[in-house]
């Protein structure tokens, strides 16, 4: 009896010294692998080692984000921001190590409880990987685009060619909206998963302050006005005053200062010395002359039916207009000066041709609605005179007459 109790007692003992055994082989066999039960981003691990999980995930995750680029197109010029440069890095090594060390602190029953599944089948840990970059790539980036991007407005220009009106066109400017697209780029960066590479640069554009679609209401002659010289030196001083004012263009609403589109007559610019009336006397003068320029200018803005804002005559008679039809000026001190009332710009063309002087008024003729103008002056006697104006339809009909202004006059 006591032999068989102690052939079971053996056998129980061996029986367990093999289970125990079988146990800690079974343990043993895992001590390099993850555990079941452990998911990373929702996917199971299977039986692999720390190493092979590093080098997977690596694979699966690290890799495809590092081969991503960003398109960026600024206008007709493409620019490549690849992931790679922002660093992009997964917690890899930190989620590998929780994976791994997963339940190795357990006893040996409770690890081989979780290697089996045994007892432990809904017992699971779920793990996240983090995402993140180094977005120090992104501004220099950003920067060389705004460089290249950024210009400035370029003004439309206006010429006469031979008598053809010629038109560049304006440059709108460009400015990157850098903060913009910093902040998208940033976006796109923090997304691994990101689709969507493809950015447009947000860019600010400027428009030119004169634009080819105003000039190009300058389409023809609103009016023109010539008066006649024969003296020398009034002619070289009338003829470089024209080139001063030649040119000029006077947008809606501005005001024009024939004093302030040209510089006080001196001999250093070519200016020769005529009678000209100051101080009630007829004295010798650099410039003289020039009054006969603002003179034609006037009548050709009256025919232009644009009224001066600021004009005074001649102390005395002169001899190239009626009386009451002449503008005088003086530098600092006596000037003429209108204000563009149209709604489109005004070019003045001013030149000297033999004994003729000229001015012509360009503009939009469709404002001048067909009509015509044209001033004349009544004298009251020798030293006085009453100025008016015509307003002639198509036909050649006097349509209205508007009185301008009396003018009087000392005597030579």
Excluded at 283 to 297: K, R, W
Aim: charged fraction near 20%; charge should be negative; hydrophobic fraction near 35%.
């Amino acid at each position: 009896m006591r032999n068989v109790i102690l052939s079971v007692i053996a056998g129980a003992i061996i029986s367990c010294l093999g289970t125990y055994y079988y146990i800690y082989r079974t343990v043993n066999d895992f001590n390099d692998f993850i555990y079941p039960g452990v998911s990373i981003n929702g996917k199971e691990i299977p039986k692999i080692t720390k190493e092979e999980l590093e080098n997977q995930l690596k694979e699966e995750y690290l890799k495809p984000v590092a081969a991503k680029t960003i398109i960026i197109r600024a206008e007709a010029k493409n620019y490549a921001l690849s992931f790679s440069d922002l660093n992009p890095e997964y917690n890899i090594n930190e989620i590998s190590d929780e994976a791994y060390n997963y339940k190795k602190n357990e006893n040996l029953l409770n690890k081989y409880f979780r290697i089996t599944n045994l007892f432990s089948k809904g017992e699971k840990i779920e793990l996240s990987l983090d995402y993140s970059f180094d977005d120090s790539a992104i501004i220099p980036l950003v920067d060389k685009i705004a460089a290249d991007i950024y210009r400035d407005p370029v003004d439309a220009t206006f010429k006469l060619e031979n008598g053809t009106l010629i038109v560049t066109d304006d440059i709108k400017g460009a400015e990157l909206n850098k903060d913009e697209l910093i902040d998208e780029l940033k976006e796109i960066a923090k997304d691994p998963n990101a689709q969507n590479l493809n950015v447009q640069a947000p860019i600010n554009f400027k428009t030119a302050k004169i634009t080819g679609d105003v000039l190009r209401r300058i389409n023809g002659v609103m009016a023109t006005f010539t008066t006649s010289d024969s003296s020398y030196v009034r002619l070289v001083n009338m003829g470089i005053a024209a080139k001063e004012i030649n040119g000029t263009m006077v947008f809606p609403g501005q005001e024009f200062s024939f004093n302030g589109s040209r510089e006080n007559p001196s001999p250093d610019k070519g200016y020769l010395e005529s009678y000209a009336y100051i101080d009630n006397k007829s004295v010798l003068d650099y410039g003289g002359g020039i009054c006969q320029l603002s003179t034609t200018l006037y009548g050709a803005l009256l025919r232009a039916n644009i009224m001066p804002t600021e004009r005074q005559p001649h102390m005395m008679p002169i001899w190239y207009v009626p009386m009451g039809l002449d503008a005088t000026v003086y530098y600092g001190v006596v000037d003429l000066k209108f204000v563009n009332t149209y709604d489109a710009p005004i070019y003045i063309e001013s030149y000297l041709v033999g004994e003729n002087l000229t001015v012509t008024i360009y503009g939009d003729k469709t404002l001048m609605n067909g009509l015509t103008y044209e001033p004349y002056s009544t004298l009251n006697g020798p030293l006085s005179a009453n100025a008016y104006l015509n307003t002639i339809d198509s036909a050649g009909n006097v349509i209205n007459t508007e009185y301008l202004h009396t003018d009087n006059y000392n005597d030579h």
